[in-house]
């Protein structure tokens, strides 16, 4: 799957949950499992020979683990010890630091998708999208040839449908990333 289907599943994901996903929105307890699942879900079916051990969702795997790596959502193939196919964090931290701890840690590990969603706007210290996208290309400066696929959401939104959800005035998407230097 390459970076628009891996936004277009996320969102589709959260979409057939039904109506009443988008009354969670607004509560981190309920939010966050729903879209450590959607990412999980992602996961999956961007590398359907992997298995997930994600936050929340523990004995779904050969080590009954439900993080590995301290990492939310991580998609290894069982059959060989190689480096996760997909990894992904959800992080709804108001800071910049956190977030920026957050793409470092997807950065850190090898893996051939990285996937960020977090928040920005009022209540953030991410005045926009494009604040936060900055903030993660900051990290991604110490890593050059990688990169993040990062889905960032209006942090005091309230969506009530998929529309409003999808619309780029509560959610936006974007590849961060520092190409490697000749």
């Not at 057939?16 to 450590?36: I, S």
């Not at 196919?85 to 950065?107: D, G, M, P, R």
């Amino acid at each position: 799957m390459d970076a628009k289907e891996i936004f277009d599943a996320y969102f589709r994901f959260i979409a057939e949950q039904g109506p009443t996903v988008f009354a969670d929105y607004m509560q981190n307890a309920l939010w966050t499992p729903r879209a450590t699942t959607a990412l999980a879900h992602v996961g999956l079916k961007a590398f359907p020979v992997g298995e997930a051990a994600a936050k929340g969702h523990a004995g779904q795997n050969q080590w009954g683990r439900c993080e590995y790596m301290n990492l939310d959502v991580t998609i290894c193939d069982p059959k060989i010890w190689s480096a996760p196919l997909f990894i992904a964090e959800h992080e709804n931290s108001t800071f910049k630091a956190q977030v920026q701890y957050c793409a470092w840690k997807l950065l850190s590990v090898e893996a051939q998708r990285r996937v960020l969603v977090a928040y920005w706007g009022e209540g953030t210290e991410f005045k926009d999208f494009n604040a936060m996208k900055a903030a993660v290309l900051e990290v991604c400066g110490g890593q050059p040839g990688k990169d993040i696929l990062l889905i960032g959401g209006r942090y005091n939104a309230t969506p009530k449908n998929i529309d409003e959800f999808r619309d780029n005035k509560v959610h936006d998407t974007a590849i961060v990333g520092v190409h490697k230097m000749a």
